[in-house]
């Protein structure tokens, strides 16, 4: 396959260290996430697991081509930054392999963006609660709406975002497949199914 840009991995290894008392099982704080940096065209991939295993990264553009890949070996958890500078604009998948499980985050790249990498990701040790985190430099208007399993709207705000901002929405009462769709302060939005 032929390889669309070479992606200047820094190569930054260290174990994800996630505090928690003994009340938490293995499979609790298992996953991943995807950070966008302050530094442009820069995402962070956090990873942790219960088990040391050979985990492979691979990420794929929109076409799900294959565009890098790397294996890291006998690890349970690591840091790692890729650079998306080489890269054309749009949106990519970050996928992880252990052996075990396959996990996967979306990101959009944008050079010289402006508006705020927003990520939302259920929490695993809390039923019906999901995290809304947005990163990013500067100030930026943002609508976020909340919708249930028949796309009927439950919740909308709209916030002020300066620099960072995460929110914890209790959605407990709600059966069935949830959506948020966040609206930036250009027109553009984006909208995560869980």
Same mark, same amino acid.
């Given at each position: 396959?032929k390889?669309?840009f070479?992606?200047?991995?820094i190569?930054?290894?260290?174990?994800?260290v996630?505090?928690g008392?003994? #009340?938490? &099982?293995? $499979? &609790?704080?298992?996953?991943? #996430?995807?950070?966008?940096s302050?530094?442009?065209?820069?995402?962070?991939?956090?990873?942790? #697991?219960?088990?040391?295993?050979?985990?492979?990264?691979?990420?794929?553009?929109d076409?799900d081509?294959e565009?890098?890949?790397?294996?890291?070996r006998?690890?349970? %958890?690591?840091?790692?930054?890729y650079?998306?500078?080489n890269?054309s604009?749009?949106m990519y998948?970050? !996928?992880?392999e252990? +052996?075990?499980?396959?996990?996967?985050?979306?990101?959009?790249?944008? &050079? +010289?963006?402006?508006?705020?990498?927003?990520?939302? !990701?259920? *929490? *695993?040790?809390? @039923? %019906?609660?999901? =995290?809304?985190?947005?990163?990013? $430099?500067g100030?930026?208007n943002?609508?976020?709406?909340i919708?249930?399993?028949? @796309?009927? =709207? =439950?919740?909308?705000?709209? !916030?002020?975002? $300066? @620099?960072?901002?995460?929110?914890v929405?209790?959605?407990?009462k709600?059966?069935? #497949?949830? &959506?948020?769709?966040?609206v930036?302060?250009? +027109?553009?939005?984006?909208?995560?199914?869980?």
């Open positions: 396959m390889k669309l070479t992606i200047s991995a190569v930054l290894f260290s174990t994800v996630f505090a008392g003994t #009340a938490l &099982s293995p $499979k &609790s704080i298992s996953g991943i #996430a995807v950070v966008k302050p530094v442009s065209g820069l995402f962070k991939v956090y990873y942790k #697991a219960a088990e040391t295993a050979n985990v492979k990264v691979t990420i794929l553009n076409k081509q565009v890098f890949t790397e294996t890291i006998k690890v349970n %958890g690591f840091i790692r930054p650079s998306f500078n890269l604009e749009g998948t970050i !996928r992880i252990d +052996g075990t499980t396959v996990q996967a985050e979306k990101v959009e790249y944008r &050079s +010289g963006e402006i508006e705020k990498l927003i990520q939302v !990701r259920k *929490l *695993l040790t809390e @039923d %019906g609660k999901y =995290l809304l985190t947005a990163t990013g $430099k100030q930026e943002i609508t976020i709406n919708y249930n399993p028949t @796309d009927q =709207l =439950l919740y909308t705000e709209s !916030r002020l975002v $300066k @620099d960072t901002f995460a929110t929405y209790n959605l407990s709600v059966k069935g #497949a949830i &959506s948020f769709e966040v930036h302060s250009n +027109g553009s939005s984006q909208k995560l199914n869980y």
